[in-house]
């Protein structure tokens, strides 16, 4: 068996990078088993068995890009119910929220005012058919950029038994979206609360005018390291979410409309692409 180099060497300063070295070693001859899913769109074939096809896992995080009042929120407020559980699979049959009982679920929003923010979380509940009392929506449009970071790792440190965070948008998290250590800098804390707190993060991000590509340094540097990136278009008053990119096996694209209530619901996909149902 493979084991962790072991080094003599004096410490070069005062982190030890001997400890840091045994701790990110990768042992090839380990078993180490696959994160485990916290969403997934539609189900896939393997070896003659289908299984859920991952859009995030508990440990990593994953991205919704779109040009301005593409619906972005609305399908953000789709994979919440759909986590959720309860009425949401009448909305969204193909989306489903895996180890999430008595889970909690933190949406902040950045951009929003309190009462749009109250109304999609009411249009969550509605989705999901009950009031989940696990479920706790944050209005942060007034908050300074440090302030909205503190209060996200103040929610870490302090609410338990969090299962899904969504911050909706990331670029609130910056100053600059195109600063490389500003950016660079709020991705690796995107990576490092995700793997501490075992939990899965959704982030919502502008696409470029007439582009598929999100915004900025933060966007090329999201896309690098989400787990997943969907795409949100909107046409015809119908929205579809594509897996833009993805480490996992690529779902069928999903589309939605609003019903009577303004509230989204699937609907069929004309050209579905990507994926296997």
């Known amino acids: ?28 001859d380990e078993v180490i088993k696959q994160q485990p899913i916290a969403l997934s769109i539609g189900k ?20 919704l890009v779109g040009a301005s009042k593409s619906r972005k929120t609305f399908a953000k407020k789709s994979i919440i119910a759909s986590y959720i559980g309860g009425n ?4 969204f049959p193909d989306i489903a929220g895996h180890d999430n009982e008595n889970k909690i679920v933190i949406d902040n929003d950045t951009e929003q005012s309190v009462f749009h923010t109250q109304q999609g979380a009411r249009q969550v509940l509605e989705m999901v058919g009950h009031k ?21 790792k103040w ?6 038994n969090i299962g899904l965070m969504f911050i909706d948008g990331i670029a609130d998290l910056v100053k600059n979206v195109n600063d490389i250590e500003e950016c660079n800098a709020v991705v690796q804390l995107l990576m490092s609360w995700s793997k501490e707190y075992k939990i899965a993060i959704g982030t919502v991000l502008h696409m470029n005018y007439g582009t ?11 896309t690098k390291k989400a787990e997943t990136v969907i795409s949100v278009v909107t046409e015809d008053d119908t929205t579809t ?13 999903i589309a939605f409309n ?11 996909v004309k050209n579905k692409k990507n994926g296997n149902y």
């Open 88 to 91: 949401a699979s009448d909305y």
């Open 241 to 253: 979410l594509s897996a833009q990119y993805t480490r996992n096996r690529a779902f069928y694209d």
């Open 44 to 63: 896939h074939e393997y070896k003659g068995n289908r299984y859920p096809t991952p859009i995030a896992s508990y440990g990593d995080f994953f991205c």
């Open 155 to 160: 929610q870490l440190k302090n609410i338990k």
């Open 212 to 222: 598929l590509k999100a915004t900025g340094h933060l966007g090329s540097s999201v």
């Open 1 to 28: 068996m493979i084991q962790p180099i072991k080094f003599n060497s004096e410490p070069i300063s005062d982190i030890d990078y001997s400890a840091i070295n045994a701790s990110t070693f990768v042992n090839i």
């Open 258 to 268: 609003l019903d009577n209530n303004s509230l989204p619901i699937q609907t069929e």
């Open 132 to 152: 989940y009392g696990g479920y706790y929506p944050y209005s942060m449009r007034s908050l300074d950029v440090d302030q909205r970071i503190g209060l996200i």
